[in-house]
């Protein structure tokens, strides 16, 4: 096997999140391909066969790449999007762009063409997809703590736009099912349940992708064993007690009913600032 064969072997096992990433920040499905595309250009020219992390690595280059296609989009004075349809493209996937849809949602489309470049990829690339501050202002030029505030910001405007009718019934379903396999080591059952471009992030980190989250989950069947299901501030979520004491919380993101976005909270402050309710 060639470098190039070996990289454009790994370069294709990072695909599906690079390009969930560029949809969620450019809302276009050929835009997204682009930048894509982009990504493996600039990998095959950089020599980075030794890069450990090469899935953060191509995130961060995805990210610039967007950024760059953001800041043009305002520079040329392109009208705000006021209603968004999937733009033609050479290979249209309907499966993607029905993803892309369910996971952002129309009205949210709307509301995040309104961010400022950087409020779009701070907020996307850290509430959607796990990636930490300090890798965020490494993208954007800023300091963790400038990113911090540009995520909030964003997610402030983000949250007052109208949100859609939560079906709670169909939630507490997917949950049950997760929780489920999880006691039983159900890996097949786990992979049923999670999106395939899945992200699990916790205060130890960031897992992404079904089979790595699956896989993470079933070595957690002492927990799920314990875990039982809460309301999370009104959204269907999974709480660990111990001594009739919060340890631990999961909440979950949701798109066409499966798990997108699963989000393992252990610290007390954090636990502190969520409101349980018996589901």
């Not at 064969?5 to 560029?22: I, P, Q, S, T, W």
């Not at 920040?25 to 990504?39: R, T």
């Not at 929780?179 to 205060?203: I, W």
């Amino acid at each position: 096997m060639t470098d190039n064969d070996f990289l454009a072997e790994r370069f294709e096992a990072h695909r599906g999140h690079l390009r969930a990433v560029a949809h969620r920040m450019l809302g276009s499905v050929p835009e997204a391909e682009d930048a894509v595309q982009e990504a493996w250009f600039r990998l095959s020219r950089s020599g980075t066969r030794e890069v450990e992390n090469l899935g953060g690595w191509l995130t961060t280059v995805v990210g610039r790449v967007c950024l760059d296609m953001l800041r043009s989009r305002r520079s040329r004075g392109e009208e705000p999007l006021d209603t968004w349809r999937p733009a033609p493209s050479a290979d249209p996937d309907p499966a993607q762009d029905a993803l892309l849809a369910d996971s952002v949602g129309l009205a949210l489309l709307v509301v995040l063409d309104t961010l400022s470049p950087a409020e779009r990829l701070a907020f996307v690339l850290h509430d959607l997809f796990g990636v930490p501050f300090e890798e965020i202002g490494g993208i954007l030029g800023r300091t963790p703590a400038t990113a911090r505030q540009l995520a909030s910001r964003a997610r402030r405007r983000v949250r007052g736009a109208e949100a859609p009718e939560v079906d709670l019934v169909r939630q507490r379903e997917v949950v049950d099912a997760f929780l489920a396999a999880a006691r039983n080591g159900n890996f097949e059952g786990l992979l049923a349940v999670l999106n395939p471009d899945v992200v699990a992030r916790s205060e130890a980190g960031v897992t992404s992708g079904a089979s790595r989250v699956a896989a993470g989950a079933t070595g957690f069947a002492h927990l799920a064993r314990v875990a039982r299901p809460v309301l999370v501030d009104g959204a269907t979520g999974l709480a660990v007690y111990a001594d009739d004491r919060l340890e631990r919380v999961l909440t979950f993101t949701f798109v066409a009913d499966h798990i997108s976005v699963v989000e393992i909270v252990s610290d007390p402050s954090r636990l502190a600032g969520f409101t349980i309710e018996p589901a």
